[in-house]
């Protein structure tokens, strides 16, 4: 029976694609591409002559018939622009409706932007959540972030680098000062893996370019709970001090990790 094979490609440096996913592209009778004219500067670098058709976001699901119509007969293979198809890419309802008919979906790994960068990024890599594209308006932005401030494993994102700074502003405000890794422009010319904390990183970064992977710090294991007296204290203090609010949240946001916005929250509770 037909396979679906679900082929990983590079995401930058073309030397990056495996002997076996070479072979697989030029065995099979199909290849769905989200992007056909990087993929034909792929197949002519290996002198892959297979066919070749569109699948991408805006026609994967009129795309999905024709394709499962094809595994009848022939071997597939799945690619997107870079990386492993369906992980922020389009594949995924490919992948359930050839479970669902009994179609063998097969996968041929490769590089992968996120994994890379968690690799080189200094930041524990025991457990990761990863969050994907993060969203392009900052109220939904800081909503995924508010939903994952509690999270003590490493996070990892993608962003476009039109919207770096703005998404470290809103990183800062609602993780923390955390520590970071941005890696840009992964395995190509320009390649750059920036570590530091989220305030170093939006002064290092001014004109940013390429594809951006976020590498961010888990909440850490002995940060306090916003409610727990010492940190009321804490905050109570600075304020009887005279200290602003934006300066009290802030430092007690870097001593202890605490999100800036659940802290604010819990300034102005205090009397």
Request: glycine share 8%.
């Amino acid at each position: 029976m037909p396979i679906l094979y679900i082929v990983a490609t590079p995401i930058g440096n073309l030397e990056d694609m495996t002997f076996r996913s070479v072979r697989i592209l030029k065995e099979v009778g199909l290849i769905a591409s989200e992007d056909t004219r990087t993929t034909s500067h792929l197949l002519s670098r290996y002198e892959i002559k297979t066919s070749l058709t569109s699948y991408f976001e805006h026609n994967k699901k009129a795309k999905l018939e024709f394709l499962l119509s094809r595994l009848k007969d022939v071997d597939v293979a799945l690619v997107s622009e870079a990386g492993m198809p369906g992980i922020s890419d389009p594949g995924y309802e490919l992948v359930v409706a050839a479970h669902e008919r009994g179609i063998r979906v097969v996968p041929v790994p490769g590089a992968s932007a996120f994994i890379s960068a968690l690799a080189v990024s200094g930041l524990p890599t025991d457990a990761c959540h990863y969050l994907g594209f993060l969203p392009r308006k900052a109220g939904e932005r800081k909503k995924i972030l508010e939903s994952v401030s509690g999270e003590t494993s490493t996070l990892a994102a993608y962003e476009a680098p039109h919207r770096l700074i703005e998404s470290l502003h809103d990183i800062l405000s609602v993780l923390g000062n955390r520590r970071i890794a941005v890696c840009r422009e992964l395995t190509k010319l320009h390649e750059e893996i920036f570590r530091g904390t989220v305030e170093e990183a939006i002064v290092y970064f001014t004109e940013p370019r390429g594809e951006i992977t976020f590498i961010i710090e888990g909440r850490p294991a002995g940060a306090s709970e916003p409610e727990t007296g010492e940190v009321l204290a804490r905050l109570g203090k600075m304020k009887l001090s005279g200290a602003s609010a934006k300066e009290s949240v802030a430092q007690v946001a870097s001593e202890t990790g605490i999100s800036r916005r659940e802290l604010y929250r819990e300034w102005l509770r205090l009397k």
